[in-house]
């Protein structure tokens, strides 16, 4: 799902049979930057005979990794899709970036998927990754497994976070393999369904006997297993509660029902670098995760079954702006079949589309598809006007599935074309890439002379100005983004504006008197007429209130637009020959700066609302900081067990790096989102500081002049 990339690829080419839902998993891959996710997707692939060889990451020739800026970053920026055949089962699995900064194809993954595995490393702590994909699989319904990678390394700790698990989510979290070996000895996995030792890469050897010194464990963590499951099923529970053992095919049952309702999470373990339970896992997806059947989605309170042959509804979870192939939506079918070159309605726009490019995504591959029916996932090119979030069906059915909520962006810089050239691209290309990123936003300030986008964090950014770059040609400087401050008055004032010039022939005349007074905050601006006995003549007030707006729009203390006041015009006199509509408007001008001297003028900042939500142990640090930005604490809440979300409002001025900073505070475990509140009066130390800047600059541009 990622833009146009050049690595190479070993994928084997085969044609992609059409499956039923019941034997279709939509399959998310998730967890903390780092954890392994795309070298498990990378052996799940290569053990399944989909790919000929190993990539890797560090080589830059991995299955998902396939953009260019991800093979240099060596980090996933965008999710991947690769179905895999298994044992008579598709699995779609999805490779999700674990990166804070780009949560946005978490939240859309998590749409059209029915279960998530959240890959961790063997350590007793848990990264700030698996909380956030715990927490969005939580908000959809998600069943969860989590797969333990990188038991071979020298400080992994599996009892350590075995422990961490069951004081974080209690009895849910349900061990269903035991390692062999410890550390560089690690060696297999003991599987407690069947009571095999896996030794070696992929299935390696398999062993019947349990090794010794591993009996006792096998035995207890077996109940506990046994235990899980029954509880998943009451006929099941029956039965165990009666005293008789469940055989093999009655625990993944029990699984199954208590991983679908999320009763049971399952905790599988390995190696994605050499491969040690990749295929146990696999085996796992296909026995223990809910398929489209067992898990039909509701939305609005309908529930869609994944019958082929009932209405159609096909969500686009995501879209890519490729400069080659042109822009790709790719489709989540909830019910009935897309068809190629059938004739759609995209419910969200009412218009047709017509599917000429159907197919399978596979990394950057793509295998033809003639039907792609309900419960699978698909992909199309070239469409005219379907965007993420959008619904097709047929005019028949008209069946319109809730776009997306993603989050707001909290981190924000200004970017400046190099170029002529750059420039006259910029807003093209930028909004292709809007069209694939719904969490980037996009402004362009006249008042503030600058172009700002917006983002989930500097990583986002920095590689959304990349792709500007390497996708599109378009080279950007970046610069602070300023802060959208406010002038203001505080209490009323009249002054006269007299506009006089005579030269060789005629003259210009302009005379207005006026006065201001303030509003109530967010009012905008108001004009009122007064003037009586004709001292303007009525074809020039317009002209007046003109001049007033114009020099409204650029300040009159540190050239920021002015607000929340209102101007009467109240007389004045004219000169029948030399009076004209410039030398009113001018006339205003001036009348409206003298009176706005008068007037108690002040800067406003904008305040912003802020939520940050902190563990426990890093609140007091949270609200220090924000009192050192001027922050004014609003409250705090407990919002789960070891965690704080802190209330406050905080100037703009003071946030700009507050994404980053948090993130140090916090050790990446906080996040926070925010939204203006109100503009309040700016100290007086600060405002002086910006009236002295804009002067400055002034006089500078005036020199250059």
């Not at 006929?235 to 055989?247: D, F, S, T, V």
């Amino acid at each position: 799902m990622g833009g146009n990339g050049v690595s190479i690829s070993f994928w084997r080419k085969a044609d992609l049979k059409q499956y039923t839902a019941d034997k279709i998993r939509n399959v998310a891959i998730v967890g903390h930057g780092g954890s392994g996710k795309s070298m498990l997707v990378e052996h799940l692939l290569y053990t399944a005979g989909t790919t000929d060889r190993l990539g890797g990451v560090d080589a830059g020739n991995s299955q998902s990794d396939f953009d260019p800026l991800e093979i240099r970053r060596k980090i996933s920026l965008s999710a991947s899709m690769l179905p895999i055949e298994w044992k008579g089962h598709k699995i779609n699995l999805i490779d999700v970036p674990g990166y804070p900064d780009f949560i946005g194809d978490l939240h859309a993954v998590a749409r059209v998927v029915e279960s998530m595995i959240i890959v961790c490393e063997a350590k007793a702590d848990l990264d700030v990754g698996f909380e956030l994909a715990w927490e969005v699989a939580e908000e959809h319904g998600l069943a969860k497994c989590i797969f333990v990678n990188k038991l071979e390394r020298d400080n992994a700790d599996f009892e350590g976070l075995m422990n961490t698990l069951h004081a974080r989510y209690g009895r849910k979290i349900v061990g269903v393999q035991i390692p062999i070996g410890h550390q560089a000895a690690f060696s297999g996995v003991l599987d407690l369904l069947n009571m095999t030792v896996y030794k070696g890469k992929d299935r390696g050897v398999e062993i019947d006997e349990v090794p010794t010194g591993y009996a006792d464990e096998a035995a207890e963590r077996r109940e506990k297993m046994m235990d899980a499951a029954a509880e998943g099923d009451d006929e099941l529970a029956m039965k165990y509660l009666e005293g008789e053992q469940l055989n093999p095919l009655e625990i993944e049952h029990g699984l199954l029902v208590g991983t679908e309702t999320g009763r049971v999470v399952p905790v599988l373990l390995g190696s994605a670098l050499s491969g040690i339970g990749v295929a146990t896992l696999l085996d796992r997806m296909i026995g223990e995760l809910p398929s489209p059947k067992d898990a039909p989605k509701t939305f609005d309170g309908r529930e869609f079954k994944p019958d082929p042959e009932g209405p159609l509804a096909a969500f686009c979870f995501k879209s890519t702006a490729d400069p080659y192939v042109g822009k790709i939506n790719y489709f989540r079918v909830f019910s009935g079949t897309l068809k190629l070159d059938q004739a759609v309605l995209n419910v969200n726009r009412d218009r047709e589309e017509r599917l000429h490019n159907l197919y399978y995504p596979h990394g950057k591959g793509q295998e033809n598809a003639s039907a792609v029916v309900a419960g699978d996932i698909c992909a199309l090119a070239k469409l005219q006007d379907t965007h993420t979030g959008d619904t097709l069906t047929t005019a028949r059915d008209r069946i319109k599935i809730p776009p997306i909520t993603f989050p707001e962006p909290i981190y924000r810089v200004a970017i400046k074309p190099i170029t002529k050239a750059d420039e006259d691209k910029l807003g093209p290309s930028l909004q292709k890439l809007l069209e694939e990123d719904p969490t980037l936003k996009y402004s362009r300030s006249a008042a503030l002379h600058q172009e700002v986008i917006e983002g989930m964090g500097d990583i986002h950014l920095d590689s959304t100005i990349e792709k500007l770059k390497t996708r599109f040609g378009v080279t950007v400087n970046t610069e602070e983004a300023k802060v959208p401050y406010r002038e203001t008055i505080k209490s009323s004032a009249k002054a006269q504006g007299r506009h006089k010039r005579q030269t060789g022939g005629k003259g210009q005349f302009g005379d207005c008197w006026i006065e201001l007074q303030p509003l109530t905050q967010g009012t905008g601006f108001e004009f009122e007429n007064k003037v009586v006995g004709g001292s303007i003549p009525k074809n020039y007030i317009p002209a007046v209130e003109k001049g007033i707006r114009e020099t409204m729009d650029h300040g009159f203390l540190a050239g920021y637009p002015v607000v929340d006041l209102k101007a009467i015009v109240y007389d004045g006199s004219y000169h029948e020959v030399d009076s004209s509509e410039m030398a009113f408007k001018i006339a205003g001008s001036l009348a409206f700066k003298a009176a706005a001297e008068k007037a108690q003028p002040v800067i406003l900042e904008p305040v912003l609302d802020v939520s940050v939500d902190v563990p426990d142990d890093t609140v007091g640090d949270v609200v220090g900081d924000l009192n050192g930005r001027r922050g004014r604490l609003q409250g705090m809440d407990p919002i789960a067990p070891g965690k704080t979300r802190v209330h406050a409002q905080v100037p703009m001025a003071t946030m700009t790096r507050y994404a980053l900073d948090l993130r140090s505070i916090t050790k990446g475990r906080g996040r926070f989102s925010l939204a203006i509140s109100h503009y309040d009066d700016l100290p007086h130390p600060e405002q002086q500081a910006l009236i002295k800047e804009y002067e400055k600059s002034r006089a500078a541009h005036e020199a250059e002049h």
